[in-house]
């Protein structure tokens, strides 16, 4: 009698494997960087002064969109608990849904007393504009069961959402920021064009990861010499 066995997963480690451990890395940095707004008595606190009770739901929100974008592309996740993947998405697009008019808020308090220029406001409103908009058309897209649809846009949404870490980590690392040629912070600088920068550089991955991301190296080389 032939013995048949369930079949066992050879695939070692994967090209998004590697991209979800950079993604933590980035996050770690983040985390090691803005430490400092748990101490109270640090001096950055003059400068968050004035809208420091917007900037508490904002970091909140926005973290919540962050350590739950990840958990959205597992595969695993989505076949063993597909309401979980539910919940967790729906919890998703209510951090982009409060998170970014928020910061927007932020901005608009900063400009006011002088701290920001209109341009980077403006900027500031143009990159929440577009992330609120891959994020709806991904719910949308959602609701009316067009699943495939659904998770382009949603990997559209999560690069902009990256676009936050992105920025603190080249602020936090300066050889980093040397490397794009970043001076800091666009939040605290009046570099408007580096946010577009960072945008661009976000949507391109993930318009190459929707690309190549599920191809073997095989029918990516095809795909590449039929593009040349």
Sequence with gaps: ?????????????QPKHMLFLLIALMMLVV?????ILLDSQHPIWKHYEPFKWWLLPHGIFAALTLLLGPLQFSSR???????WHRISGRLYVAGVAVGVPL???IETIKYQIGVTPLRLL?????????????TG???????????SEHQRWMTRSFAVAMV????????????????????GNFLETHHISDLWLYIAISLIAAELVLRYGK???????ARVTACC
Excluded: H
């Excluded at 009698?1 to 480690?13: D, E, H, I, N």
């Excluded at 403006?122 to 891959?134: L, N, R």
């Excluded at 058309?137 to 699943?147: H, K, N, T």
């Excluded at 936090?172 to 970043?182: A, E, F, K, M």
């Design 1 to 13: 009698m032939k013995q048949t066995s369930s079949p066992v997963s050879t695939r070692g480690l």
């Design 31 to 35: 985390l090691v960087r803005d430490r």
């Design 103 to 105: 910061g927007i808020v």
């Design 122 to 134: 403006i900027g500031t409103i143009g990159f929440g504009s577009i992330f609120v908009v891959t």
């Design 164 to 183: 936050f870490v992105e920025v603190r980590c080249a602020d936090y690392l300066p050889w980093l920021g040397r490397i794009i040629d970043v001076p």
């Design 77 to 83: 996740l989505r076949r063993r608990y597909l309401n």
């Design 215 to 221: 191809a073997k190296p095989s029918q990516i080389a």
């Design 137 to 147: 058309m991904g719910f949308v897209l959602a609701r009316r069961r067009r699943i």
